[in-house]
């Protein structure tokens, strides 16, 4: 009698943990550098052991995630920009989005830009007129801001709208950037092309600083960080934003 209340005991924890598995949900979450590395990353371990639900990071670009939520393949996308400035950028990468309101976006943190310089560069601190000059061209060499007799070699990302766009509206006030430059996609790309040149210079999240480049002390260059979902929230990503808003404060990076 004994084995068999054992038994059962057994069969009815084992049933308990396949309904545990089967009511798991999986949030595919897509964005680009800035919101997966410093925001969505983060959390992910934390929000897993706290719901049981697995979050599937889609890294891509804000306007490539923007495209696929409007698709429904994910069901939460994430950029470092505005949504009126998400929505101009998906508009330049073929996605002309007719209704607005369809969309749900709120601000989940904020973002800062930095620039970012080769260890050896003796340049520490800019003010705003020499990174505006230096992104557009106007600066050539870094003597022009105490630095060195060399030319400045600018590096840039070709996989980051939403960041380039806020760094050209915030440092640049609007205007375009230089024309001669060196092309990454990743900010760890843009990280490691200045971490082997001594006269290149760049900018990006958080996520681009480590010990193998020297951040620059400049003016701040903050944006927000929006998730956005095509409709209200589902109750499960919902939990996600709170999340990340709350408790994941802890874990996101700025």
């Known amino acids: 009698m ?54 599937n990071i889609v890294f891509t670009s804000a306007t490539i995630a ?27 990468d073929g996605l002309d989005v007719k209704d607005p309101a369809a969309y749900h976006h709120t601000v989940i943190g904020q973002g800062n830009i930095y620039v970012v310089v080769n260890n050896n560069n003796p340049v520490g601190k800019l003010t705003g007129e020499q990174v505006k000059g230096i992104f557009t061209g106007k600066i050539s060499n870094w003597k022009e801001v105490g630095g060195n007799d060399a030319p400045v070699i600018v590096v840039l990302s070709n996989q980051n709208p939403a960041t380039m766009g806020s760094f050209k509206k915030l440092a640049l006030n609007k205007e375009e950037y230089a024309k001669d430059v060196i092309e990454a996609a990743k900010f760890e790309d843009i990280r490691n092309v200045i971490a082997s040149n001594p006269e ?55």
């Open 2 to 55: 004994k084995r068999i209340v054992l038994a059962l005991a057994f069969v009815t924890a084992v049933m308990a943990g396949g309904t545990n598995t089967v009511h798991a949900d999986e949030i595919k979450v897509g964005g680009g550098g800035a919101p997966i590395d410093n925001f969505i990353r983060p959390v992910r371990d934390g929000f897993e052991k706290k719901t049981g639900n697995k979050l």
């Open 66 to 92: 923007f495209k696929q939520l409007a698709n429904s393949e994910i069901d939460m996308s994430a950029a470092g920009s505005t949504f009126d400035e998400l929505l101009a950028s998906a508009k330049k």
């Open 200 to 254: 290149a210079v760049g900018f990006g999240p958080y996520s681009i600083i480590d010990a193998t480049v020297k951040k620059v002390e400049t003016p701040d260059y903050a944006r927000p960080i929006i998730a956005v979902t095509k409709g209200k929230p589902s109750p499960k990503v919902q939990h996600l934003i709170d999340y990340i808003k709350g408790e994941g404060k802890q874990f996101t990076k700025n």
